[in-house]
């Protein structure tokens, strides 16, 4: 049993870390699941498009996929989206089935690809 609570101990202890760090232009990848089920990719260097955005991260583009399709995220990146700054999402639904969907930064519409 103590065993098992230090093994608890331990993992949380590297989520916390993990989470905590944030390197610039690196994608921090998790090889649990347990840790972070997807993927980030890092967006574009260049901020100056940043500033009229309503979708300015990749963790708000995943919640705003996922308010509009079920499933688990695998990957997200930056992407243009109609010409726009944008994010495209990687989906994996319940029945094994992946899907991309894009989500426009400027103003927050959802497509399915």
Same mark, same amino acid.
């Given at each position: 049993?103590?065993?098992?609570?230090? *093994?608890?101990?331990?993992?949380?202890?590297?989520?916390?870390? &993990?989470?905590?760090? =944030?390197?610039? @232009?690196?994608? !921090?990848?998790?090889?649990s699941s347990i840790v972070a089920p997807f993927q980030l990719v890092?967006?574009?260097?260049?901020?100056?498009?940043?500033?009229? *955005?309503?979708?300015?991260?990749?963790?708000?583009?995943?919640? &705003?996929?996922?308010? =509009?399709?079920? @499933?688990?995220? !695998?990957?997200?990146?930056?992407?243009?989206?109609?010409?726009?700054?944008?994010y495209r999402v990687k989906l994996l639904t319940n029945d094994g089935?992946?899907?991309?969907?894009?989500?426009?930064?400027?103003?927050g519409s959802v497509s399915r690809n």
């Open positions: 049993m103590q065993r098992m609570l230090k *093994l608890n101990a331990i993992l949380l202890g590297l989520m916390l870390v &993990i989470s905590s760090h =944030s390197v610039a @232009g690196t994608s !921090l990848v998790a090889t890092p967006g574009p260097k260049d901020n100056r498009q940043s500033k009229n *955005l309503v979708v300015s991260s990749a963790q708000q583009a995943i919640q &705003i996929a996922k308010r =509009s399709y079920s @499933g688990k995220v !695998l990957k997200v990146q930056s992407s243009s989206v109609n010409g726009n700054p944008g089935v992946i899907f991309y969907v894009s989500v426009d930064a400027t103003n």
